[in-house]
């Protein structure tokens, strides 16, 4: 199997020189360059072809919330992570908004770092712990009411099953609550994010509660 290809961007170097030398040493990953800021970033692309870039929140010139967006649109095959000391709102959601598909807090274990950069370059959603708990906990502070893009295209099982995922339940509770097996609600979900062109359940979450991805 190929390594994962990995863009370190942080602008402390220590950081980038620590990152470097924890991945380096994992036989599914490469690192392939590294950038101290967004701008940088995006220089280095061509010339790396990450498979995942591995994105500071806060950096001078460009943020890691702006490079997502950025690498969002424009090279849509690269995987970001932010991996950052902060926790607030604004950094995660907007990092999740903007495309990101993992944020982790600094510190986390080796263990889960190295973990969430293959699973990243799968094309998984990767939160740490913390991160996770305070999505679930604003999801379930936010029912998902109303209409919102692309409702129209689901069927009225499928509704239930979308809503109930972003109030945070587990396919087991579903499957409890609407009388179903898992497998029916794995197939539902399916269905769900192929319909709204979604990759995964946090950005099913995302849409439902109005906080678009």
Request: cysteine-free.
């Amino acid at each position: 199997m190929r390594a994962v290809r990995v863009l370190l961007v942080d602008d402390q170097e220590l950081m980038r020189q620590g990152l470097r030398k924890l991945l380096e040493i994992e036989d599914g990953i490469e690192i392939v360059g590294e950038a101290a800021d967004g701008l940088a970033a995006l220089e280095a692309i061509g010339e790396t072809r990450p498979d995942v870039a591995l994105v500071d929140a806060r950096m001078p010139r460009m943020d890691g919330v702006e490079l997502i967006g950025r690498l969002a649109a424009e090279h849509p095959h690269v995987a970001a992570i932010v991996l950052s000391t902060f926790d607030e709102d604004h950094y995660i959601f907007g990092a999740l908004r903007a495309g990101a598909v993992g944020y982790l807090l600094k510190d986390s274990s080796p263990e889960d770092l190295v973990a969430a950069v293959v699973r990243a370059g799968r094309g998984e959603t990767v939160l740490s712990s913390p991160i996770a708990a305070r999505l679930v906990a604003d999801l379930r502070r936010t029912p998902a009411h109303g209409a919102f893009p692309g409702e129209e295209l689901l069927s009225a099982r499928e509704l239930d099953v979308a809503r109930m995922v972003a109030a945070g339940a587990a396919n087991r509770e579903i499957a409890a609550r609407l009388h179903i097996t898992e497998g029916t609600v794995k197939n539902h979900v399916s269905s769900v994010l192929r319909k709204l062109g979604l990759r995964d359940r946090t950005q099913l979450a995302l849409r439902l509660t109005g906080r678009r991805t």
